[in-house]
């Protein structure tokens, strides 16, 4: 699975809109781009993913480059709730093993 | 839906001491995958279950890990003895196939 990069930390103010980048260069054609976040002492929990279009679901948007080669997770109005930790994923699917890599991710601070 | 359960959520224990953690999946959920979470990192799999066969456990350290899955619902996890450096959050998920992957809220283990 093609490896991401994102940003250590983040802040957002309640109520604007948090945009989070993702890096993933080495992207092949037939691997999604898969978001995860987890909120403290809560288990990771999926948010969105994609291929080649752009996704919108009720949780946030996926805006996925046209050559792939990076994404940005949009949730358009941060509330204190979303304060966590937010991991970009690039995978194939169907997944032969199944499993999710997760790097270190961003640290996303909602601030009042 | 209950989700996927896990007990306990917090353990403390003593160096060369054992422990198990225990896993109920959703209903329903042929595959079930423990991970572990170390302190600042993303969660990592130590092994994957198709209803009662282990079919990964290629990053589980079998010198002192070991983990069962009797009739292909509920898994244990057990380490023994424990080390310092085993002290982590380990994640229990399961999946309907390639579909429904769901975490679950952990069990935070500290060994003093």
């Known amino acids: 699975d093609a490896k991401t990069t994102q940003p250590t930390s983040m802040d957002c103010a309640e109520g604007r809109a948090a945009n989070l980048p993702c890096n993933h260069s080495t992207i092949s054609g037939n691997e999604y781009v898969y978001w995860y976040r987890q909120i403290h002492s809560q288990g990771p929990q999926y948010i969105i993913h994609g291929l080649k279009n752009n996704e919108t679901n009720e949780m946030a948007s996926l805006i996925i480059t046209e050559d792939r080669k990076s994404s940005t997770l949009i949730l358009p109005h941060a509330t204190l709730r979303d304060t966590a930790v937010y991991y970009c994923?690039?995978?194939?699917?169907?997944?032969?093993?199944?499993?999710?890599?997760f790097g270190t991710g961003t640290s996303l601070t909602v601030i009042p | 839906e209950a989700g996927v359960v896990q007990s306990p959520r917090y353990k403390i224990i003593e160096k060369k001491q054992p422990v198990a953690f225990w896993c109920n999946p959703i209903s329903g959920h042929n595959t079930l995958y423990w991970y572990r979470q170390n302190l600042g990192q993303g969660p990592e799999l130590l092994i994957r279950y198709e209803n009662e066969e282990a079919v990964d456990d290629s990053q589980l350290p079998k010198d002192r890990f070991s983990a069962e899955r009797l009739k292909g619902v509920d898994s244990t996890l057990k380490i023994q003895p424990a080390e310092l450096g085993d002290s982590a959050v380990y994640l229990c998920?399961?999946?309907?196939?390639?579909?429904?992957?769901?975490f679950g809220s952990g069990t935070r283990l500290t060994v003093v």
């Open positions: 994923i690039v995978r194939v699917a169907p997944n032969p093993g199944n499993q999710f890599y």
């Open positions: 998920a399961s999946s309907k196939g390639q579909d429904g992957y769901t």
